[in-house]
């Protein structure tokens, strides 16, 4: 199948299209940036793979949750594209884009044909982050629960495929830098692979999910939103620099607890 697919939900733009044999693939400045990049860069790649728009199979594309000016370039760029060619899109989820691409990355790390668990961690900003955890089996992805926006510090490793069954789980994303020192004391004990959603994992995505009927007219090419608010107001802003810096002053003491 002919896909071209591309994600602006992080800081990072990724787009890859498939003749069905070949791959060509484009990374570059995501989000904001991205809406003034994301289509030169497209019909760039197109002529490379000497496809045109009109004989793809579908537009696929990160959805979201991720960066809202990102997720809203996406929506209207597969959309418009879409419409003008014909052709139907794919929405998937970032999280299992980025889930995929751990999976893809860290295939090697695990038995062939064993259940493998991967919780996808995506920093949201203001201090949280999105989580959803995907089960790979036999060659499919399939969620095992919804997508949430917690704390690190409140993230509880309690995937129903755990390490006690005997299988395989996978903590993947992009927050372990950002917030090593706030998530559970158990994460450490488990393989911790830094990841981000990509395009060529959405083409990995795109046979099964579209041999599933996901594929949707272009005018359901709408955005994921797990939280509505984009920023701290200034007073919130200097709220949690009071509580840092009160922090800071009361020593160890006052931390607060981190969950095991």
Known sequence: MKFLAFDTSTHVMSIAVTDGERVWQHTGPGGAKSSATLIPAILALLTQARLTLGALDAIVFGRGPGSFTGLRTACAVAQGLALGAGVRVLPVDTLMALAEEARSTHASDWPAHAPLCVTALLDARMDEMYVQSYEFSHGTCKAVDGCRLIRPENLWLDSPLDVARGNGLLLAGNVFDVYCDRLPSAAAHLTCA???????????????????????????????????????????????????????????????????
């Open 194 to 260: 830094p990841a981000l959603p990509t395009a060529t994992a959405l083409l990995r995505l795109a046979p099964a999910l579209a041999a599933a009927g996901q594929c949707v007219d272009a005018a359901l090419a709408l955005p994921l939103y797990v939280r509505d608010k984009v920023a701290l107001t200034t007073q919130e802003r200097d709220q949690a620099k009071r509580a840092k810096t009160q922090a800071a002053l009361a020593g160890p003491a006052s931390a607060s607890h981190t969950p095991e």
